[in-house]
């Protein structure tokens, strides 16, 4: 894998680009120090990922990634930020050009992670074809950075209060209106209003506000009319539902995001619904792998990312094994009225829960449609 650090040693420590050297033959890094030797370098050779830092001498991170998006569409683009920034969302210019943001001081491990899981999904979605389509699209869909921060505090302190997470939510208004509407539609109250998100939290749970962030953040785009953007988000939230309910409560919380987010390739102009009869001579990408190659480029974990691609062919996952593409699969078929591959559930060991998936399913669809 061939990756471009852009930036002095004040910004990106030598120990940082000798750790990703150190790897092994495979890796070939390069180190520049300012913005146009980055576009020299990325006019000369191929680049799978570029790493820049918050400041350059000659050009701002922002025009950089443009140039190399211009330049090189198919190039992973990864900005790197200030965590003296805290959980504020990174400039607008900027989250048009980057894929993915990481924190300075940048922990080796934290690194090695991100560049793994960018290889990991090269592998999976190898389609050049797809690459420089997504590349190429100018305004990407940007990353829930709600959705992030939440899960960011929640990782920095697991005792995070129901009144703390309400205060980071509420900190956008119109994300945080949408989530009260949500969590008082009859199928997540249960008939008992809720008034502010403060008892939200406590009532729904972590989550499944979680949940009820990133639909309303994702399903935000101004590219669908509000009636498209409503009916996706019901039926999303819908398949989220059912795919809890089919997987111990372990993954439960995996399944029920990649099924929120198993249609997100819709959103993306140029792609083609896999849902409609393919027409000959369309090459465009199909909807669940360009959905699955923004969410690789948000930093999704890897089995999100896989249920998302191989959910509407469930056999073409690496997994031989019931888990979060399956349960994926079987939630989208049951959401929809589609029909579920019964011979892949007979091969991975779980087509006698079938029926007992089905009457769920039913019992949400109607509370749904209550909703």
Not at 23 to 36: K, M, S
Not at 110 to 120: D, K, P
Not at 346 to 367: C, F, H, M, N, Y
Request: proline share 7%.
């Amino acid at each position: 894998m061939r990756i471009l650090f852009v930036g002095d040693e004040t910004s990106l420590p030598s120990e940082l680009v000798d750790y990703v050297s150190d790897l092994g033959e495979e890796w070939q890094v390069q180190q520049v120090a300012d913005g146009n030797s980055a576009i020299s370098a990325a006019a000369l050779s191929p680049i799978d990922a570029v790493i820049v830092a918050p400041a350059l001498p000659d050009l701002t991170s922002a025009t950089l990634l443009g140039q190399i998006r211009t330049l090189r569409p198919e190039t992973i683009r990864i900005a790197l930020v200030d965590a003296n920034d805290g959980n504020r969302a990174p400039p607008a210019r900027i989250i048009g050009v980057a894929h993915r943001f990481l924190p300075l001081p940048l922990a080796p491990e934290v690194l090695l992670e991100a560049v793994t899981s960018l290889e990991e999904l090269r592998e999976l979605l190898s389609n050049p074809k797809l690459r420089s389509a997504i590349g190429r699209i100018e305004k990407l869909p940007s990353p829930p950075h709600v959705y992030i921060s939440l899960m960011h505090a929640l990782e920095q302190d697991d005792d995070s209060d129901a009144e703390d997470i309400a205060k980071l939510i509420a900190g956008d208004p119109a994300i945080a209106a949408k989530v009260l509407q949500l969590c008082n539609s009859a199928f997540f109250s249960g008939g008992r209003t809720i008034t502010d998100l403060r008892t939200a939290v406590t009532r729904l749970g972590i989550s499944t506000l979680r949940n009820l962030v990133l639909a309303s953040e994702v399903f935000a785009v101004q590219a669908l009319s509000p009636a498209e953007r409503s009916a996706m988000q019901r039926r999303a939230l819908l398949s989220s539902r059912i795919a809890s309910k089919v997987l111990p409560a372990s993954s439960a919380e995996l399944g029920a995001t990649a099924a929120l987010l198993a249609h997100i390739g819709l959103l993306l102009p140029g792609v083609r619904d896999e849902r409609e009869p393919a027409q000959p001579g369309d090459d465009r990408p199909g909807h669940t792998e360009a959905g699955a190659y923004l969410l690789g480029l948000w930093g999704l974990p890897m089995p999100i990312i896989e249920a998302v691609a191989f959910h509407r062919h469930p056999q073409r996952s690496s997994l031989r094994s019931f888990w979060v593409t399956g349960a994926v699969h079987v939630a989208m078929a049951l959401a929809s009225g589609e029909q579920v591959d019964e011979e892949y559930l007979s091969k991975v060991g779980v087509i006698a829960k079938l029926p007992a998936w089905r009457d769920q399913a039913e019992t949400l669809t109607g509370l749904a449609a209550e909703a």
